[in-house]
């Protein structure tokens, strides 16, 4: 069935969707470069409601398992393959790509030049997309990102107390914490009140999708508990303490998206490679004296992390986690158990 994928700029590339595929798909168009990890990039809630461009040209070879999923259901509202293939080889899958989105009703076009796509964009800036199997005439503004949270859940028996908040988690940053010994309390950020209550010994913001700026009525409270409690953001939780001390963010051109992004520690003196997936990063100009620009981005200057040198705040654009990419980062939790292990809050909370 003849489909069509069209940018706000105008550029309409026709493509094949599944027959009896009607839904349109709209969002903001970005793309990932990676080989390997579509699982995990199909149900990461940074990506919610974007439509997700793959340049590798065959996705779905290994199928989808039950093990490597980083939320419950996938969070894209549309996906662009040159090839989606049906067949899968890998002994754990379960089910095609293609039967996974159709499952939970999203939007997907194939037989689409992609990479050709990923050059326009890179070119022209991020920019709105629709998928549908009319052309268009226009394409409608993108849909605001939906932070959704239910109670807090506590998982695993260690000594250290870590409360997560969510603002859009992947599963695999909760993994890495009780890895290390981490009793986690996973606290939705619309209750970021209830925090105190909780008695943690550090906390964590986490990522999550859409502009920093739209949650900018938390940053006060944000800035009150990253003044008594240890901290870690990350990605968008990074974004957020950046602003709750004064700095300020903005929105890159076509965003940083993929598993090769080499990072240089300031303080270690060392390069590692990095997973990323975001929009905004926080500016190079003044913000608050108390914090200190640790981690850069190689390739373009930008700011990838910050720490405050009394060893209390942490925070990095980058996903440590990784999940897919690689994981030459994952030190990141071990400095962050360290931090909350020096405090002396362990003792009176565990």
Request: a negative charge; one cysteine or more.
């Amino acid at each position: 069935m003849k489909g069509y994928i069209k940018l706000e700029n105008g550029l309409q590339l026709e493509g094949e969707l599944e027959d009896g595929t009607h839904l349109d798909a709209e969002g903001e168009a970005v793309f990932y470069t990676g080989m390997t990890g579509y699982q995990e990039v199909l149900s990461d809630p940074s990506y919610q409601n974007q439509i997700l461009i793959f340049t590798y040209p065959l996705i779905g070879n290994c199928g989808i398992n039950l093990q490597d999923f980083e939320s419950k259901k996938p969070q894209i509202s549309g996906a662009v393959f040159y090839e989606c293939t049906e067949d899968f080889s890998h002994y754990e899958a379960v089910s095609s790509v293609k039967a996974y989105l159709k499952k939970w009703g999203i939007p997907f076009i194939h037989h689409v030049d992609t990479r050709f796509l990923v050059k326009e964009i890179r070119s022209s800036g991020t920019m709105n997309a629709k998928i549908t199997a009319h052309p268009v005439d226009n394409v409608p503004p993108i849909k605001l990102p939906d932070h959704d949270g239910g109670e807090a859940v506590t998982h695993g028996e260690g000594k250290l107390h870590t409360v997560l908040v969510d603002f859009g988690l992947k599963k695999s940053i909760l993994t890495a914490l009780l890895n290390r010994g981490h009793q986690v309390t996973i606290l939705p950020y619309h209750k970021l009140d209830k925090v105190r209550e909780l008695k943690p010994g550090g906390i964590v913001f986490s990522n999550g999708p859409g502009d920093p700026k739209q949650l900018a009525g938390y940053l006060p409270l944000i800035k009150q508990l990253a003044d008594e409690f240890p901290v870690m953001g990350i990605c968008l939780g990074h974004q957020l303490l950046a602003l709750a001390y004064g700095f300020d963010t903005e929105k890159l051109d076509f965003g940083h998206r993929g598993a090769n992004h080499p990072v240089v520690d300031r303080l270690k003196g060392k390069v590692f490679m990095t997973s990323q997936n975001h929009s905004f990063v926080v500016k190079r100009k003044a913000g608050s004296e108390e914090l200190s620009v640790r981690f850069e981005n190689i390739n373009d200057g930008s700011i990838e992390g910050l720490f405050h040198p009394d060893n209390k705040l942490l925070t990095v654009q980058f996903h440590p986690e990784a999940n897919p990419g690689p994981k030459e980062s994952e030190w990141i939790f071990d400095e962050y158990t360290s931090m909350i292990s020096q405090t002396g809050s362990v003792a009176i909370y565990a």
